[in-house]
């Protein structure tokens, strides 16, 4: 009995697990309502040919696929390239030249050590004449001079036939075009396999969702409350049009009066009860923009809010999504 009760007394200490950002403040006193609100996709990406060719591959057949950072998802036909950079391999990979001019330089150098080495013992003899005339000995060292030249050659023709081999690998790299950003595919850009590319063509687009802006404005008169890093609750609403009064613009959302005594609407849920209409997201503002450019003089503000899945390929946020945010400026 004395071990239970040490237990529990124990497991009480152990402070709550940590679930997710604080998303609480939304009834808040000191909240600022937007406007109005929208997604915009924060990462986005045109995978396009850095080079003609015809497409033999692509991973990515339709939108709604899902593509990984670093994956291959277009291959260009590469035949004429690969056999190039065989041929520049084998060069850079052979000695035989080095090695032929090496021993011709050896060759050179003994014919001319000899000559010499008999001229020198003719010499010490008191020989008048030596058995090698001064021209035939130049003749020797003229040859020495070419077979190091041609040494030096062979291994400069070595190094840039290394380069050549280079300059195709990443030649060759062009042909295996990678997804610059994980994410979803939203235009395959009608290309199939087979199809024909010249270089800039368009060939997916990719979106990665994990994170997203949320579009904010908000009356210039919030401009002294709100400051760069304030935290934005971000609510993803789920609504049916009869709730909506205007859902144009891209996932702007307007409030919409609901008569006294009718259903709470899911559009916009405010009250604690209706948790099982909403998704809360956590954000932080990171731009902050002018209030002059618009007719309505407001002020529009941009948070990063990381996202979620809803299932395979599927974000909670996106662009056109009903959303409602609130702004919590930093006491």
């Given amino acids: 009995m004395k071990t239970a009760i040490l237990f529990v007394a124990a497991m009480l200490l152990v402070p709550p697990a940590v679930t997710g950002q604080d998303a609480t403040g939304w009834d808040s006193p000191h909240a600022i309502r937007p406007e109005q609100q929208r997604v915009e996709v924060k990462d986005r990406v045109e995978i396009a040919a850095d080079v003609p060719g015809k497409i033999t591959e692509l991973k990515a057949t339709a939108r709604g696929d899902t593509v990984s950072k670093g994956d291959i998802v277009v291959r260009l036909n590469s035949s004429l390239v690969e056999a190039q950079l065989k041929e520049a391999e084998a060069k850079a990979d052979s000695n035989v030249l080095i090695e032929y001019a ?6 050179a150098k003994f014919k001319l050590q000899t000559k010499q080495g008999a001229n020198k013992v003719a010499k010490e003899r008191n020989i008048d004449v030596p ?15 070419k077979g ?5 050659k062979s291994k400069e023709d070595k190094h840039f036939a290394g380069l050549a081999r280079d300059t195709k690998n990443v030649e060759l790299e062009q042909y295996y075009i ?6 979803i595919v939203t235009d395959t850009h009608k290309r199939a396999v087979g199809s024909a590319v010249r270089q ?22 919030y401009e002294s409350q709100i400051n760069i890093g304030d935290k934005v609750l971000v609510r993803r609403v789920f609504a049916d049009s009869a ?17 006294e005594g009718s259903a709470t609407p899911t559009s916009l849920p405010a009250a604690q009860n209706a948790q099982t209409d909403v998704k809360t997201f956590v954000g932080e503002i990171t731009y902050i923009g002018s209030s002059q450019k618009n007719e309505a003089n407001l002020m529009e503000i941009e948070a990063v809010v990381r996202n979620e899945l809803a299932g395979p390929g599927k974000y909670w946020l996106r662009e056109g999504a009903n959303i409602d945010a609130v702004i919590l400026p930093a006491k």
């Fill in 102 to 107: 090496d021993k011709s330089l050896d060759a």
């Fill in 243 to 259: 709730a909506q009064e205007d859902n144009s613009g891209g996932g702007f959302l307007r409030r919409k009066p609901v008569a």
């Fill in 131 to 145: 058995p090698f005339s001064a021209d035939e000995i130049r003749q020797l060292e003229l040859e020495v001079i």
């Fill in 148 to 152: 190091e030249a041609e040494l030096a």
């Fill in 200 to 221: 800039g063509d368009p060939i997916l687009t990719v979106v990665n969702l994990e994170e997203v802006f949320v579009v904010l404005t908000v009356s210039p008169k």
């Fill in 178 to 183: 990678k997804a610059e950003i994980g994410g």
